[in-house]
């Protein structure tokens, strides 16, 4: 195909920004690649993949040598890779924050989560938490929400969260969604998204290029991408889910082939 029309057609839309890292970003969870799959997985869609995050504590049951070449791996081809909040909160639970980022140091991960999904942290063990994990020199991605069934996000609590959260040094602020998508968060028992999300998207527009929305259901994609467009954040997208969330960016699926805005719409 002549390199020209190559071009256009690999981004019909136009408004893709694949040279800037701090717009789309697109965080798949990782829940037991093994070497060979993970090695497939990003000489085949690298490109297309900002963040891995090895899903819950999931990071300490792998043999060391397959840790290792994943970290390794991630590295090569300028992806970051990170365990799950629930490992973080393994940690703290137990009393062992500090070493437990200190072992990740040594480890070579350079980005850390800190969540409550499942534990409760004060305000200020939160922040110190932040703190103290940006000291260390990661880049810290934070979590709002709980992992509960039934639990719902809350805009005005979201809100004060992303404000404490980036004011403590944090980078972006998930929001959390499991890898189910459904009846947590922002998603009813169904996975689509509740009625009170305009009321949140309108809270959190200023921030938006600091929130991921954990998104795993493609229905969810498109509908934070008619909320936000192409470049919203996007996490806990499934390793084989990558192509097809890189093509509904750009407008190469039929569901996002006439893409606007919501917000544009109500202007």
Not at 112 to 130: F, K, M, V, W
Not at 143 to 161: F, N, R
Not at 171 to 183: H, L, M
Not at 240 to 257: A, K, N, P
């Amino acid at each position: 195909m002549h390199s020209e029309l190559n071009d256009f057609l690999r981004d019909p839309l136009g408004k893709r920004n694949i040279h800037k890292k701090e717009q789309g970003i697109t965080m798949i969870i990782d829940k037991g690649l093994g070497n060979h799959s993970f090695l497939d997985l990003v000489e085949t869609a690298g490109n297309y993949i900002d963040f891995i995050k090895l899903g819950f504590g999931t990071t300490a049951l792998y043999p060391e040598h397959i840790l290792e070449n994943k970290i390794g791996l991630a590295k090569k081809f300028g992806i970051d890779i990170y365990p799950g909040g629930t490992f973080f909160e393994v940690a703290f639970h137990q009393g062992k924050r500090e070493l437990y980022f200190e072992t990740l140091k040594q480890m070579g991960f350079n980005k850390i989560e800190i969540s409550d999904g499942t534990i409760e942290l004060t305000n200020r063990d939160r922040q110190r938490s932040i703190q103290q994990a940006k000291s260390l020199g990661f880049t810290v991605i934070t979590e709002y929400g709980k992992k509960a069934e039934g639990s719902v996000t809350d805009s005005e609590q979201l809100l004060y969260t992303i404000n404490a959260d980036l004011e403590a040094g944090a980078s972006f602020v998930i929001v959390e969604g499991r890898e189910s998508g459904e009846n947590v968060g922002i998603y009813d028992s169904e996975g689509k998204i509740q009625d009170h999300f305009p009321m949140i998207a309108r809270s959190i527009q200023p921030y938006i290029n600091q929130v991921i929305w954990e998104a795993p259901k493609k229905s969810q994609q498109v509908e934070l991408m008619n909320w936000f467009g192409p470049n919203v954040h996007l996490g806990n997208i499934a390793p084989d889910e990558i192509y097809s969330v890189e093509s509904l960016r750009r407008g190469l699926r039929s569901d996002t082939f006439f893409m606007n805005k919501k917000e544009e719409a109500n202007a």
